[in-house]
């Protein structure tokens, strides 16, 4: 078809100049003639099997424009080791986090999370830190929940041994954890779910000889988290053995764990129906739903192993695997897609911590992931929607799960918020996997009713119209595939003018500009006004998200 496009120019031309009707006259006849000679060319080239070559249309790479140039964003440093002491804590912001969990109250989210800080600043100074934040980008530190342990801790755990059989002895100075609360509003009043563990050995000094001793779950009580006063209840519930094998273990490779559920990790939910549900355990035989009296915030009685709730997740042969790689759920429903969504942690959490979610049109479940298969019952979970990653000019972040999952109860954005550790042996920092950075991202849905998160931290960063032009240029991509430790990294991709994708992905690209979604080939994406963490100096930038059939998560952001 190239062959007659220049007849049909020069014929064009000549009708918009304005020459004598003579000329005009003898050049259509020309032309006219030019044009059956043109056809009866290309007739004959067909025939003969020869397509006449096509000349490509030229085009320009794109230039990556500048979004919300004059906004001014978080400037607080990801390395905060020079104000990561104690006296420095009003400059803290999101520094020295760990499985943070949120719950806004009047004009201000509230943040608290596990007892665990760089060089452990936080030690003899109570438990249970908290801060607060009217737009989850900057937070302020409001101290602890429990200037002390909670006395009932050491009674219970004391009584326990005592009846068990033989009896063992009192431990007189128990050795405490403080792990990852949970905070929710019931009714009138806000509930904090808290975790205490006594890590003493059960029998002896070596833990690899011995299990180490239970954990505990209590709550407490508070009408407006603001005033920071709490009334404390008690146990709610505690890890429990079950019988089947013996607190001696046969060295550090005997992992047939001694309690049936781990008492850590508690997410509290109100169904909609009005039911009350303490999700709670971690890798002693998966994780456990259990329901609560409503008025009490506890469970009627815990007097059989099966008082102590129902297995929803496990990871592996439920029925043989007493460890499971598996912790840290974080359970929500969703009124739009009618579904209960379990997000849960894997693997180890210095460096390999990744979240994957499972969902259920009940509470008890079966928990099912992308692919189908029951969760419930062992099946490895997907979609995984966090994973160690490092964009370029950083080094990336690794333990990126133990997840909370908040809504805006005005605007109704999800939100998911974790930690970030860097990785091991970062240059120049001493112990650089022990610096744990609070991380907010949003949250968004796919079509079908899954969870995508973003992959820059959110830094509120003003939403302006979009259109094809403004999404043509270079991005980074990375595609979050599973690999033990690994951080994944990024790749390219450039959006030409001519609605074609190069790079990490090929194809026809569209932009659904009312919904803001990037669609590449059968990639659908959800492409948000960003903030590009990574950059020197840091800026506004498109980013995106999304997940592809099987359930890996796609991030990407527009780079300059």
Known sequence: MQLLTYPLMILKWIKRKTINF??????????????????????????????PEVIP???DPPKSV??????????????????????????????????????KCGDYYYMYQTDASYGNVLDGHGHFPCRRS?????????????????????????????RMTPA?????????????????????IYRLYYCVVVTNPIVGTDTNLSWSERAFIGVAESADLSTNVWTDKGMVVCSEPDGVTSYIRNGPNDWNAY???????????????????????????????????????KPDKLETISDYGVRIAGRGNVSTDRWQALEAPEIIYNPETQYYYLFLAYDELSVAYNTRVARSKTITGPYLGIDGLDVTNGAECWPMITHPYAFNNHTGWVGV?????FQNPDTKQWYYSSQGRLPVGVPGIVASNAVMMGQVRELFWTSDGWPEVMPERYAAVPQLPMDTVALRGNYEVIMLNYQYQVMQKSTTLTLWSRGRATGAFNGKWTLDSANKILQIGNQKLVIRDGYNWESSPRSATLTFTGLTSSGVSVWGKMIY
């Open 57 to 59: 249309v030229v085009e």
């Open 259 to 297: 309690f049936k559920y781990n008492a850590i990790d508690p997410s509290f939910i109100i169904t909609p129906e009005g039911q009350q549900w303490l999700i709670y355990g971690s890798w002693h035989s998966g994780i456990a739903a259990l329901q609560l009296n409503p008025a009490t915030g």
């Open 168 to 188: 063992l002895l009192p431990i007189d100075n128990p050795t405490y954890g403080f792990w990852a609360p949970c905070i929710r509003k019931a009714g009138n």
């Open 134 to 162: 009217t737009d989850l980008v900057n937070w302020e530190f409001r101290g602890t929940v429990f200037p002390d342990v909670p006395a009932w801790v050491k009674d219970s755990l004391n009584n326990k041994r005592a």
């Open 22 to 51: 003579e000329m005009k006259l003898l050049s259509l006849r020309y032309l006219n003639f030019l044009l059956v000679v043109y056809v009866i060319l290309f007739a004959f080239a067909c025939k003969k099997g020869s397509v």
């Open 401 to 405: 799960s133990h997840c909370c999952i």
């Open 66 to 103: 500048p979004r919300n140039v004059s906004f001014v964003g978080p400037t607080y440093a990801d390395n905060y080791i020079p104000i990561s002491g104690w006296d420095l804590r009003d400059q803290w912001n999101l520094a020295n986090v760990h499985d943070p969990t949120v719950e």
